[in-house]
């Protein structure tokens, strides 16, 4: 019993005691072969220094079943071995010159190196020359550090030259007998930092596409609540970061009533995980009112525990796509009207009207070039007769005529009130809503010149965007043809009926004329004269 402390040492507690001979011999064999047990090896000193924590670490080597003597100490021995051997933490002594007395076998498992080969050489060997200097500061044992208890990273040189990470630990066991140096403990960090490091790279690249991807990502609750949404959804949908809280909205409050049905049946495919249906186009309002088209794609029912239940869907803006596979589409469809005879002034109004679909708000009008030079309009549904009166009125060498008629290139007027040029024609206009016009110059194919103009009248004060003036350049185009195509019409029936040398009608003509006399005499009842003469005569 130790003086004064009340408790019993049992006298076959299991100690370690060194064998100062064999410690630098020890990577060769067995580890527990460096230690011998000696069940009754009393230390008084080691007691006397640690107090009470000595007769617990005593306890400590007793197995679980409580053996001692011999038995104990073998088993004890097998433990040790079974943990130095097996074990993936590197364990290691060195002296107090810093060489190393003793390494466990699993450095061979992190540097390459067997344990042999490494005793009785310097530790510091192995320290990448970078970290050395830092693993004398931080790892020398006199050193009081605050976080004391957090590991070192090192980086070390493997058998084949190149380095790995370990967090190293090291404790000053000089004064301890069975020990008698410095014990470090390191673990093999390399494949851990090279995951984390790849994980990483990974969702930068990821965050990196979702960022800049065109394509708008969001995550949907199975009852259209929006958990996530990528920048994108905000920069199609106009979303203010600032004003809108993504978690409030639903996003069925955002789809086109006509378009509901299928948003929820796209919803309910991806929930009850169904085939994968073709992209669907839903229009979804845009933050300012207007509607944009986006093509959903996907639907994929999230297997995370922390997002189970949510959809991902993917979406791209299709509207300028669409609006344009529209446009070529009625563009077609007049080409093909006009390729069955549509009539001139027909292929004119579904001109204008193909403008003010696409450009809500405005008015347009085609004039017609006169003999005269002035610009006739008759061709403006949206626009009221005064409107049209006043446009008519507009003599071709007034300095608005000479302005529209001056120029090959589209002239804007961005302020009908403020513009001197329109006035006596700008009245009507004002009174209807209108402050803008764009007039388009109506060129004729070939070396025609100009035909006529296409003026679009809008109720801002604003010149037009790329969009208004592809769309009106499309319906230009068609309005040219149209006006091409009856001009030549008109050539060929007076070549048809004139003598190409005289320019006076021809016998074509006159036997159609006298056809059509004839058809009106029998029409009306009347009995009518009639003469032919031939190359020897004429009767009556």
């Known amino acids: 019993m130790s003086a004064g402390s009340g408790h019993t040492e049992s006298a076959d507690i299991v100690r370690i005691r060194p064998e100062p001979a064999n410690l630098t011999g020890l990577a060769g064999a067995p580890a527990t072969q460096q230690?011998?047990?000696?069940?009754?090896?009393?230390?008084?000193?080691?007691?006397?220094?640690?107090?009470?924590?000595?007769?617990?670490?005593?306890?400590?080597?007793?197995?679980?079943?409580?053996?001692?003597?011999?038995?104990?100490?073998?088993?004890l021995a097998g433990w040790t071995d079974a943990l130095l051997?097996?074990?993936?933490?590197?364990?290691?002594?060195?002296?107090?010159?810093?060489?190393?007395?003793?390494?466990?076998?699993?450095?061979?498992?992190?540097?390459?190196?067997?344990?042999?080969e490494l005793v009785g050489r310097p530790w510091a060997e192995l320290v990448h020359p970078d970290d050395l200097e830092r693993c004398r500061r931080e790892l020398h044992p006199t050193v009081d550090r605050a976080d004391a208890r957090a590991p070192v990273r090192l980086r070390m040189r493997h058998r084949d030259g190149s380095y790995r990470v370990l967090d190293v630990r090291v404790r000053d066991l000089t004064d301890d007998p069975a020990v008698r140096g410095h014990m470090a403990h390191a673990q093999d960090v390399?494949?851990?930092?090279?995951?984390?490091?790849?994980?990483?790279?990974?969702?930068?690249?990821?965050?990196?596409?979702?960022?800049?991807?065109?394509?708008?990502?969001?995550?949907?609750?199975?009852?259209?609540?929006?958990?996530?949404?990528?920048?994108?959804?905000?920069?199609?949908?106009g979303f203010d970061d600032g004003a809108v809280t993504v978690r409030s909205l639903c996003i069925f409050d955002y789809v086109h009533p006509a378009d509901l049905h299928r948003a929820r049946a796209a919803l309910r495919r991806a929930v009850d995980r169904a085939a994968t249906a073709a992209p669907v186009d839903l229009r979804l309002r845009h933050f300012d009112g207007s509607w944009r088209v986006v093509e959903v794609l996907g639907g994929y029912l999230l297997d995370d525990p922390a997002d189970r239940h949510r959809v991902m869907f993917s979406g791209r803006d299709v509207t300028d796509r669409r609006r344009s596979e529209q446009l070529v589409a009625e563009q077609t469809e007049l080409l093909e009207s006009m390729a069955r005879g549509a009539t001139l002034d027909s292929v004119l109004l579904r001109s204008v009207r193909m403008i003010e679909r696409r450009l809500p708000g405005s008015a347009a009008s085609i004039g017609l070039m006169t003999d005269d030079g002035s610009v006739w309009h008759e061709h403006g549904p949206s626009l009221d007769r005064d409107a049209l009166q006043a446009l008519n009125a507009s003599h071709a060498a007034s300095e608005l005529g000479v302005a529209i008629r001056g120029s090959a290139e589209l002239c804007?007027?961005?302020?009908?009130?403020?513009?001197?040029?329109?006035?006596?024609?700008?009245?009507?206009?004002?009174?209807?809503?209108?402050?803008?016009?764009?007039?388009?110059?109506?060129?004729?194919?070939?070396?025609?010149?100009?035909?006529?103009?296409?003026?679009?009248?809008?109720?801002?004060?604003?010149?037009p965007g790329g969009h208004e003036i592809e769309i009106c350049e499309r319906a230009l185009s068609l309005a040219a043809l149209a006006v091409d195509r009856r001009r030549s019409e008109v050539r060929l029936q007076h070549q048809a009926l004139h003598d190409d040398l005289t320019g006076l009608p021809n016998r074509t003509l006159l036997v159609d004329r006298i056809e059509r006399a004839l058809v009106r005499a029998r029409r009306k009842g009347i009995r009518s004269p009639c003469c032919s003469s031939t190359s020897t005569g004429s009767r009556c």
């Open 412 to 463: 804007v007027f961005p302020d009908l009130a403020g513009d001197d040029r329109w006035v006596g024609v700008r009245e009507p206009l004002l009174a209807a809503g209108f402050r803008s016009c764009w007039v388009f110059p109506l060129q004729g194919p070939g070396t025609n010149g100009q035909v006529g103009v296409l003026a679009v009248f809008g109720r801002e004060g604003r010149g």
């Open 190 to 237: 390399t494949g851990q930092l090279a995951s984390a490091a790849a994980l990483e790279l990974s969702e930068r690249r990821f965050g990196t596409l979702v960022r800049n991807s065109t394509d708008m990502i969001v995550l949907l609750d199975e009852d259209g609540t929006l958990h996530y949404s990528s920048p994108a959804t905000r920069r199609i949908l």
């Open 35 to 75: 230690f011998r047990t000696d069940p009754g090896m009393a230390e008084p000193a080691r007691h006397e220094r640690r107090g009470d924590g000595g007769q617990a670490r005593g306890r400590a080597l007793v197995d679980g079943r409580g053996e001692t003597g011999p038995a104990g100490g073998e088993r």
């Open 85 to 116: 051997t097996g074990g993936s933490d590197l364990v290691s002594v060195t002296d107090a010159d810093g060489v190393l007395r003793f390494v466990s076998p699993s450095v061979e498992a992190s540097l390459g190196h067997a344990a042999v």
